[in-house]
């Protein structure tokens, strides 16, 4: 089913996951693309703008990580072998926070854990700020902007969206690069550039339409939380003010890294993010 608000752009990538392909279907008719590895607990991993759930096991997680725990490798909207609408109302956040409720109500999840990077922290937030009761810890790598007023976020906006529209993912990676420290793996930029540019657009375009910010359901988020963020992404330390506002939230930096090595440093991150889950569900 093709849903009415946005158009599609064909994916041929192939898949590798060890599992058959399955899917299932958004409330507006988007098909959805999910893999499970592991057995244990219930963590739903995902990622934010660019690559596909694969990247999880490139990076160094999923092998450990699903040593002891059931992970979701979860192609959100526009991702890899999920359907790729391109409107900004088919791309909006509310979207993405109602896709992870229908693939926990799909595969019959009771409390997992969430574990989201970049974009996917907003997406994390907003789904325990809908559904409070759903996951049992929340791992949120990245850092959150500081608040901007309406009139920033438009102009902010339409910067955004000229830049990708003219140089499509250089006009994010390119400053991304320059700001790491150590080098980054050509591999990863690979897999970030051959991920389709137009649900990108329609995510930026949706983003004024939010009327929500995280920083107003701080206080409200209950369940567990673990913040991680580069030292280098986050040098006015905005994670751990982030942290504070949460009722149950602990704050750890990545020394010497920025957004991107510091997810890439997983040998580094996958034990903090294990010992926190085991705290966590005890």
């Not at 963590?43 to 999880?56: F, N, Q, R």
């Not at 209950?222 to 991680?228: N, Q, T, Y």
Request: charged residues 20%; contains cysteine; glycine residues 6%.
């Amino acid at each position: 089913m093709t849903p009415s608000d946005g158009s599609f752009s064909s994916s041929a990538r192939a898949t590798r996951y060890r599992l058959d392909v399955p899917f299932f279907e958004s409330v507006d008719g988007v098909r959805l693309h999910y893999a499970i590895e592991g057995s244990g607990p219930d963590l739903i991993l995902h990622l934010g703008a660019g690559a596909d759930s694969e990247l999880w096991r490139e990076a160094g997680y999923l092998e450990p990580l699903a040593v002891s725990h059931r992970c979701i490798l979860f192609d959100h909207r526009g991702h890899g072998s999920s359907d790729h609408p391109t409107s900004p109302e088919a791309n909006h956040l509310n979207r993405y926070a109602a896709d992870v409720i229908a693939l926990a109500a799909h595969l019959r999840l009771s409390s997992p854990a969430f574990f989201g990077w970049s974009n996917g922290i907003a997406v994390g937030l907003r789904v325990a700020d809908l559904r409070p009761d759903l996951f049992s810890a929340l791992i949120l790598f990245g850092a959150i902007a500081p608040p901007r007023s309406p009139v920033e976020l438009v102009a902010a906006t339409a910067e955004r969206v000229a830049g990708i529209r003219e140089m499509g993912w250089r006009y994010i990676l390119d400053d991304m690069v320059a700001a790491e420290k150590l080098p980054v793996p050509q591999w990863f930029l690979d897999r970030v550039v051959a991920t389709d540019t137009g649900p990108l657009l329609g995510y930026t375009q949706a983003r004024p339409a939010w009327n929500w910010s995280p920083w107003d359901v701080l206080p409200r988020i209950s369940c567990p939380a673990l913040l991680l963020a580069g030292e280098l992404e986050d040098p006015d330390d905005v994670m751990g003010e982030v942290a504070a506002a949460m009722q149950d939230a602990r704050r750890i930096r990545i020394r010497e890294r920025e957004h991107i090595n510091a997810f890439l440093a997983s040998d580094l991150v996958v034990p903090i993010v294990t010992d926190f889950l085991a705290v966590a569900r005890a």
